[in-house]
């Protein structure tokens, strides 16, 4: 690997972490903080939209077909089916170009896609976000009232699973207060 592609490749960062440990909340707060100072990844997804949620701009919204149209033709970094139910992944081209214009890349994807990224970008900064307690982060989930009750479960299931995981990790940041929260994830990613 050149110099070039090397320094490009080091500023690959992806973050992930459990639901509703405020991963949303906190990336938001660093676009807003750090606006066109690095590159948030758009993934594609087959689930429908929330409320609020712009195309293109939350994510892609794409039918089966279509991202199953992404995968063959080897469009995706990486893809998963989370929560047992829906299709997400990162288009790769976008993230390549951002790479090439030497933006930071900040992936915001689950376990399984942090997996298959480092199996093929292995120089990328891992990041997890951890929420203060188990406590805490129920009543974070509880508290949004975005999902039904059997919905809940299947998600704190899959927090317990992605929780056990954090040593796979490059860096570990605690989700307890906003600010301080983003200004390492920042600092992490050579904004701050
Ligand atoms: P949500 O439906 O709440 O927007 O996202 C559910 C989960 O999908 C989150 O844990 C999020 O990290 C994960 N996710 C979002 N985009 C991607 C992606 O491109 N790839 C993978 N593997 N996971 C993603």
Redesign the pocket.
């Known amino acids: 690997m050149d110099d070039m592609n090397n320094r490009a490749a080091a500023r690959l960062f992806i973050l992930?972490g459990p639901?509703a440990v405020g991963?949303?909340t906190v990336v938001g707060s660093l676009c807003e903080r750090y606006p066109s100072q690095f590159y948030l990844?758009v993934?594609?997804?087959t689930?429908q939209p929330r409320p609020g949620e712009v195309e293109g701009k939350s994510?892609f919204f794409v039918s089966r077909e279509e991202f199953q149209g992404l995968i063959d033709s080897g469009g995706m970094l990486?893809?998963?089916e989370?929560?047992q139910q829906?299709l997400?992944?990162?288009p790769a081209k976008p993230v390549d170009e951002a790479l090439e214009r030497g933006l930071p890349v900040l992936?915001?994807?689950?376990l399984?896609?942090?997996r298959?990224v480092k199996a093929v970008r292995p120089e990328a900064h891992s990041i997890f976000l951890l929420p203060p307690s188990w406590e805490e982060l129920k009543r974070r989930l509880i508290g949004r009232g975005t999902e039904s009750t059997e919905e809940q479960h299947r998600r704190l299931e899959t927090a317990r699973v992605e929780l056990a995981a954090q040593n796979e990790f490059d860096e570990l940041i605690v989700n307890d207060n906003l600010a301080d929260a983003v200004s390492a994830l920042a600092k992490s990613m050579g904004l701050a």
């Not at 992936?107 to 689950?110: A, P, Q, R, T, V």
């Open positions: 992930c639901t991963k949303g990844s993934s594609a997804t689930r994510y990486e893809w998963a989370v929560h829906n997400y992944g990162t992936l915001e994807i689950d399984d896609g942090f298959q």
